[in-house]
């Protein structure tokens, strides 16, 4: 049933760009509003602030828009715009040095909790905890870590989304993991 | 805890987390109106500059072949050019 719905919506899909180059407005509207809501739970980990994931989402739909002729079906419409979506987050994490905040709930109480206690917590302040932790990492580590780790991506995948090659991504990966142990480290220290 | 196994624990406990429900279809389509026209008359401008500018250069080398044939010195020229063979 589950896979007929993704077959549909792939038609669909299909069926909405070639409306749309044909010149039919219509159809585009029809394409953001069947996957506006996917783009801003993604949006949702390079941001934390509503303004910013509107304007994130917008931003992905008129860049999917502007390179509309470029989009060949092979994969899946979603995949596409998910890539877009991906370096659109990048850029805005890369223009806004968003200045580290101190986390809701502190970093010693997540290290000493059990798998059971992370559903005590609420899952806002959990996002704000990882969020904030990620901030103080460069783009390219946040990146990286996003989705190796928290989205649990192949690196195939991960070198797709990000536009980087495999080994790049392992090397970036390295890399990040122990400037995020420093970072850890010294959020213990001062907690 | 390693620190990998720490963001995932974050992450886990974060999956519960979404965001505002926005809608920002009425936005891209308003962007991609206003974006269509523009590439529309950039497309035009471009056009009626490369024209203009093709015109100008067929004045100006209609202009020197005809200041060449009316030039007094040219025709003095081309008198001992007939006489010096």
């Known amino acids: 049933m589950i896979a007929r719905n993704v077959d549909s919506q792939k038609i669909q899909d299909l069926q909405d760009i070639q409306a749309c180059l044909a010149g039919d407005g219509a159809a585009y509207e029809a394409i953001v509003r069947r996957h506006q809501s996917a783009i801003a739970r993604r949006m949702w980990r390079f941001t934390r602030d509503r303004s910013d994931l509107e304007e994130l989402v917008h931003e992905t739909f008129v860049q999917a828009y502007m390179g509309l002729r470029n989009f060949r079906g092979e994969a899946p419409f979603e995949h596409w715009l998910n890539r877009i979506a991906t370096r659109v987050g990048y850029s805005h994490w890369k223009v806004r040095s968003e200045r580290a905040s101190h986390p809701t709930v502190s970093l010693a109480d997540w290290d000493g909790a059990g798998p059971d206690d992370t559903q005590k917590v609420d ?3 959990a996002a704000e905890a990882l969020h904030s932790l990620l901030a103080a990492l460069p783009p390219r580590d946040r990146l990286v870590l996003t989705l190796l780790y928290i989205e649990e991506r192949p690196v195939s995948e991960a070198a797709d989304l990000a536009g980087w090659t495999e080994t790049m991504v392992k090397v ?8 995020l142990k420093a970072v850890i480290e010294h959020r213990e220290k001062k907690s | 805890m390693n620190e990998i196994e720490f963001i995932r624990k974050l992450s886990a406990a974060a999956k519960a987390d979404s965001p ?5 279809a009425a936005s891209v389509m308003r962007e991609i109106c206003l974006a ?10 471009l056009a009626g500059a490369s024209s203009i500018a093709a015109a100008a250069v067929v004045a100006v080398m ?3 072949s005809w200041s060449g044939a ?3 010195m040219n025709s003095i020229f ?5 006489v010096m063979p």
């Open chain 2, 36 to 45: 269509r026209p523009q590439r529309e008359t950039l497309f035009w401008l």
């Open chain 2, 70 to 72: 009316t030039d007094p």
């Open chain 1, 123 to 125: 899952s806002r302040d």
């Open chain 2, 78 to 82: 081309s008198g001992f050019a007939m």
């Open chain 2, 20 to 24: 505002p429900p926005i809608d920002v």
């Open chain 1, 172 to 179: 970036q990966a390295f890399r990040a993991r122990k400037k």
């Open chain 2, 62 to 64: 209609a202009l020197v």
